[in-house]
């Protein structure tokens, strides 16, 4: 049940960000904003989005377009990532980083119209156009948890702990944004579209806060006990980095126990959804046994 709602979701995902993307016959950009967004993905952030919207009574086709636009913020963000002027990685999702592909040039005006086409597909959504209250709002959490209150401000704080030991309170401030930020817009924004209650988005940003925090302390482990193959990306890059992760602060072990207690924080915050949450509980368990 859960794998065949998943591949759904994920079809509608993949066949809306196909049709919404520029064509890429004569501009290099284009080129490199369709190979970065179509190299692969667990599309768990457009997931969300439409889960959400369903979860609280809204229609899914309707936060599509949002879904997607979240999915090419999502992608901007690991094209300047992966720069080197930041992380500087060759691998992403087992293919070359968009700028050992393209270029440092070229990747960095993908980055920048992937951040900028993104709105235009909210502007341009039947939501937009029916209901401009809920867009409003909904764009108005995009770029507020896309920015210097979201993932950049986590990114800024990544950058200036660079080779630096950090507290975990410090690490903990950095991946709510620079992680979290992006995975809470997705559920509040479902949640707007659909026209949550209090407490229905009140419980959608008690998951999202605990998923988030989750996927990073995963992420962190499968950094030192995954291999280059199943991530698609160079593992042991945080140790050369000498960043300081929950791996490096509270040892594998507890790292591991932590992202179980995270993982049943998230669950837990479903309990108002009763049945209605199964996919969501689910998704959350397999997050974090995931391997990639």
Not at 104 to 122: M, N, P, R, Y
Not at 136 to 160: F, N, W
Request: charged share 20%; hydrophobic share 45%.
């Amino acid at each position: 049940m859960f794998s065949d709602t998943m591949q759904a979701y994920i079809a509608q995902i993949e066949a809306a960000l196909a049709d919404l993307l520029p064509d890429a016959e004569h501009s290099d950009v284009s080129k490199a904003m369709r190979y970065s967004v179509s190299v692969g993905g667990k599309r768990i952030r457009p997931v969300l989005v439409l889960e959400a919207c369903r979860l609280c009574g809204g229609e899914p086709a309707l936060a599509l377009p949002f879904a997607c636009a979240l999915e090419m913020i999502h992608t901007y963000s690991l094209i300047h990532d992966d720069l080197p002027c930041m992380d500087n990685d060759d691998l992403r999702r087992g293919q070359p980083s968009c700028h050992k592909k393209f270029g440092e040039a070229t990747a960095l005006l993908a980055g920048d119209a992937l951040l900028t086409h993104a709105f235009c597909v909210c502007a341009e959504s039947t939501l937009a156009k029916e209901q401009p209250e809920k867009a409003i709002r909904a764009v108005a959490l995009l770029s507020s948890l896309a920015g210097t209150a979201g993932m950049i401000g986590g990114q800024e704080i990544d950058l200036a702990s660079e080779g630096k030991q950090i507290s975990l309170q410090v690490l903990h401030e950095m991946d709510a944004k620079k992680t979290g930020a992006l995975i809470r817009a997705a559920c509040q924004i479902g949640a707007v579209i659909a026209g949550a209650n209090e407490e229905k988005t009140t419980a959608l940003t008690a998951f999202a806060d605990a998923l988030g925090q989750a996927f990073q302390v995963v992420d962190d482990i499968l950094d030192v006990e995954g291999d280059t193959a199943s991530l698609g990306k160079p593992v042991g890059s945080d140790v050369q980095s000498n960043k300081s992760t929950y791996v490096s602060l509270l040892g594998l072990s507890a790292a591991k126990e932590s992202a179980k207690t995270l993982t049943e924080q998230a669950v837990g915050a479903l309990s108002v959804f009763g049945e209605e949450g199964a996919f969501l509980r689910a998704l959350s368990e397999k997050l974090c046994k995931r391997t990639y």
